[in-house]
């Protein structure tokens, strides 16, 4: 028999750190490690069909790469596809020689490939193979070690499958260098995802086909820059389905998940579906329509949508009347920034449980202690300030205070010092232990500012005049121009939204992530060029928080033509 789980050689030396790495992820990774989550029969066979791995096809004389198989969601219907293929030809080979080069399937966690190698040897029984002939292709199709790292001969059609979704905070770090070292588009904060679609393009012949269901995130992100920009230039998003509140797992997910199916081919048109049912009769329907020659005008299910892949800019998936509305704005109106204000976002500590308190009983000198605005304080529209203020370690030239000069300070702080000192800012930096993670700047609480949290379903922009200091689960922004109450019907109205919705990723539920990130993209007139009539409009809206107001008062303040008006919605007629 065929030994199986004889990994190859990652590197020249075996005793590298990166190699201890993997191969402790190898032998002890968990679910979470592995990021291991397992796709729908239907959803796999849906993605099959899209990138065109269907049993009418010689899928014998074809390759395909499966780069993560877990336990085989994927991989056991693609050996029955491939097996059907080959009985139906013309006079087969016998399977050793027809199918040994058909299958190539990588998994790291070897308890994981121990077990799905036994599930294909039986699976090839069960189809009438013969037990060596079994073994013998198991053993040539699967591979076990990391498939960022592994040797791999040769090019393929199809590359498919649910790539691992791991946060940088789980990889080692030797192995977190190594990958860095050898994948461009592992940029910033990228998740293990982002390489392993960039080598998985690398190894697509031309005119193959790439099939993943994975999170959407990179997609729009900062991180996904280098990766869009991969696929524009060389490659072509033929299909892309968002499976926005679909079970299109056997477990719930917070990030959105998106089926994409890129090819080695020109750009062209993108055909874009949203949230299929998960039903196999629709399923197999919908990827009908999605490969028509010629999509019909009266479709509903599909859209196609020109130039979706733009160098790195993030992808707008949304509809083609929204994206010219979009388009129009970016040409005509400055970035949010560009117009006096900025966008930020509030202390982190790093240990609130040591340095937030109720503030009257913080019991430290009166001028290294603020009042803190948090999303409890807000969730009514308005602030209600609960009464929670937070330690202020800094002076006012920005280094740390000396604790010599406060006494409170010190106390209070030694009190708290072993949950303080084990932070990894502190660890880093022993001598200044008792700093938080972001430097607090006083003037910031005495300044007005907008206060927004994070993820919400709709915009939730609250006016503070200038007493709080924002905690970190809140963005702010001030200005020094704009009229704070004018801005915040910018804010609240229905181009805001269309702005983060279209940049931003959608969460569980469909909640908005309102970063950063996605503020900065709003495109916002000059303050001296609005009219004083549309100022006072505007920041009377926000005052009564009356929304259909703002988006009259915002309709107006970019001239948006009717046609416009409807593409967005918003109540704004």
Not at 536 to 541: C, F, I, M, S, Y
Request: hydrophobic letters at 45%.
């Amino acid at each position: 028999m065929a030994m199986l789980g004889r990994a190859m050689p990652l590197f020249a030396d075996e005793f590298c750190p990166a190699h201890a790495a993997a191969e402790l992820l190898a032998q002890e990774g968990g679910i979470e490690a592995r990021g291991a989550i397992f796709t729908r029969s239907e959803v796999v066979d849906f993605i099959l069909d899209l990138a065109g791995y269907t049993a009418d096809r010689p899928l014998h004389e074809l390759r395909l790469l499966e780069p993560s198989f877990g336990g085989g969601d994927f991989l056991l219907p693609i050996i029955k596809r491939l097996l059907k293929a080959w009985r139906e030809a013309e006079a087969p080979q016998p399977a050793v020689v027809a199918l040994s080069s058909a299958i190539r399937a990588v998994e790291l966690h070897r308890e994981t490939f121990r077990s799905t190698a036994n599930a294909v040897i039986s699976l090839l029984k069960q189809e009438g193979i013969e037990a060596t002939t079994a073994s013998s292709l198991t053993a040539q199709w699967l591979k076990q070690g990391d498939f960022l790292l592994l040797p791999m001969e040769g090019q393929f059609d199809f590359v498919v499958g649910n790539p691992p979704y791991v946060r940088q905070e789980l990889i080692p770090a030797p192995l977190l260098a190594e990958y860095r070292n050898r994948y461009q588009t592992m940029y910033d904060r990228a998740d293990v995802y982002i390489p392993f679609i960039e080598r998985s393009l690398s190894a697509l012949s031309e005119r193959g086909h790439l099939g993943f269901i994975c999170a959407d995130r990179w997609m729009k992100n900062r991180y996904g820059g280098p990766l869009r920009n991969l696929v524009a230039s060389r490659f072509h998003l033929k299909i892309y389905v968002d499976m926005v509140d679909t079970p299109a797992f056997h477990s719930d997910v917070i990030a959105y998940p998106a089926i994409t199916i890129i090819s080695r081919e020109k750009p062209a048109p993108t055909r874009i579906a949203h949230r299929p049912p998960i039903e196999r009769t629709a399923l197999v329907a919908l990827a009908a329509q999605l490969q028509v020659p010629t999509l019909p005008r009266d479709s509903s299910a599909v859209r196609e949508l020109a130039c979706v892949t733009n160098g790195a800019e993030p992808w707008l998936l949304e509809s083609s009347d929204q994206m010219a509305v979009i388009r129009r704005l970016e040409s005509c109106f400055p970035l949010l920034e560009e117009t006096a204000c900025k966008v930020g976002i509030g202390v982190a500590t790093g240990a609130d449980k040591a340095f937030i308190g109720d503030f009257e009983s913080l019991d430290v000198e009166h001028d290294r202690k603020l009042p803190l605005v948090t999303t409890k304080d807000i969730m009514s529209g308005e602030v209600q300030w609960r009464g929670q203020g937070v330690i202020n370690p800094f002076a006012a030239s920005g280094g740390l205070v000396n604790l010599d000069a406060y006494p409170l300070l010190r106390r209070y702080l030694e009190a708290r010092r072993e949950i303080i000192a084990r932070r990894h800012c502190a660890q880093k930096s022993p001598a200044g232990w008792y700093r938080t993670i972001d430097r607090i700047t006083p003037a910031l609480a005495a300044k007005p500012k907008l206060l927004i949290p994070d993820i919400k379903g709709e915009a939730h922009i609250v006016f503070e005049k200038g007493e709080l200091y924002p905690h970190h689960n809140l963005y702010f922004i001030t200005s020094d121009e704009w009229d704070l109450r004018a801005l915040q019907a910018v804010l609240l109205s229905a181009v805001t939204r269309l702005f983060v919705a279209t940049y931003s990723t959608k969460m569980r539920g469909g909640f908005l992530r309102f970063q950063a990130q996605y503020l900065r993209r709003i495109r916002l007139p000059r303050w001296q060029d609005v009219p004083q009539n549309l100022r006072r409009d505007l920041a009377e809206a926000a005052v009564k928080r009356d929304i259909p107001a703002c988006n009259r008062a915002v309709f107006d303040l970019y001239g948006l033509s009717k046609e416009e008006r409807s593409a967005i919605g918003g109540n704004g007629d």
